[in-house]
């Protein structure tokens, strides 16, 4: 396994300083997956990623504007989504992981249908 979260190299966690997205953030960070915490509150999300170590980053990003998101998204291996609602933001995730051929992860909108 170990192998396997190395080579995940870069993740941007939507929603990384949230009641679930810290959780997200702090496990990909023990398995050595260098993060990129990001939302809307830039001070949430800087405070996040201090908290993670040195080689972790912060981001202010909107999940809503697909433009945001495309230009994040081509640096990195895999796009967490934990910031919500997810009826409203999740297609736009999706959408800008599917043209740059990236993974996407939603573990949040499971548990809330």
Do not use: W
């Not at 080579?7 to 997200?24: D, E, K, N, Q």
């Not at 909107?62 to 999740?90: E, H, K, N």
């Amino acid at each position: 396994m170990e192998d396997f979260h190395a080579a995940l190299g870069r993740a941007l966690v939507i929603g990384g300083y949230g009641t679930f997205g810290i959780h997200v953030s702090r496990e990909l960070a023990d398995r050595g997956v260098t993060g990129i915490v990001a939302g809307r509150n830039v001070r949430k999300a800087e405070a996040a990623a201090a908290g993670l170590g040195d080689h972790h980053m912060s981001a202010r990003i909107d999940a809503a504007r697909s433009d945001a998101l495309q230009q994040f998204v081509q640096q990195l291996d895999v796009v967490v989504l934990c910031a919500g609602p997810f009826f409203q933001i999740g297609s736009h995730c999706r959408q800008a992981c599917l043209q740059a051929g990236r993974h996407y992860v939603e573990p949040v909108a499971a548990t809330c249908q």
